[in-house]
């Protein structure tokens, strides 16, 4: 089995998607991603370069 690690892309195939609970509903969103026996975690690329949106922010408002 994979394990996640921090600063790692991975691919997940093989989960089931199905609509959150009202109850225990930790997002707003109406659907969930649940990982499940079959599912398949690969690792893709590990220290992936980061973006800085802060840079492409300050770029955009010089601009206008």
Do not use: W
């Not at 969103?29 to 840079?55: K, M």
Request: charged share 25%; net charge neutral.
């Amino acid at each position: 089995m994979s394990f996640l690690k921090a600063d790692s892309i991975v691919k997940v195939d093989r989960f089931e998607v199905s609509r959150c609970s009202i109850m225990y509903k930790i997002t707003d969103h109406p659907f969930l991603i649940r990982f499940i026996s079959l599912t398949i975690i690969d690792e893709v690329i590990t220290g992936a370069p980061e973006i800085n949106l802060q840079s492409r922010l300050d770029c955009s408002t010089i601009s206008k």
